[in-house]
């Protein structure tokens, strides 16, 4: 019965995760070759490092990065937030880019992490690297 509570908890928060923090897109006039070169020239002039990726797919995930907290190697507490970008065509020469900040809460004892979800409404980042990507266009 607690299994079957804690799991009903942890879908409700992820539902409301996924309800509070919607992705933000904008279509730039620019094929999708281009936007590839040109987010992941944006994403390293900003500071974040690319984990994984996959130009076919569209597809680009950050390493995550601090908002706040203490990181001691093993040990390290805090905020962190990451990034998941696609990209998609739309159109002749018109491409779809989409930004998703994902933010959680990490604790590492001798090198195991656990991530907790957080919910956020504020999208800042989001704009902002969409912002920085038109203006390198």
Known sequence: MTRMLGAIALLSSLALAAIAAEPVSQTFAASPEK??????SVLKQLGWDIDKSDQAGGWINTES?????????????????????RLKAAGA???TVTVERILFKRERILWIDKDEPR???DQTVEKAVLAAIGRAL
């Open 93 to 95: 020469n018109r491409t």
């Open 35 to 40: 936007l590839w070169t040109t987010t992941a």
């Open 119 to 121: 919910v956020t409404t």
């Open 65 to 85: 990065r601090s908002v706040d907290g203490e990181d001691y190697g093993v040990y390290a507490q805090g905020t962190r937030h990451r990034l998941t970008i």
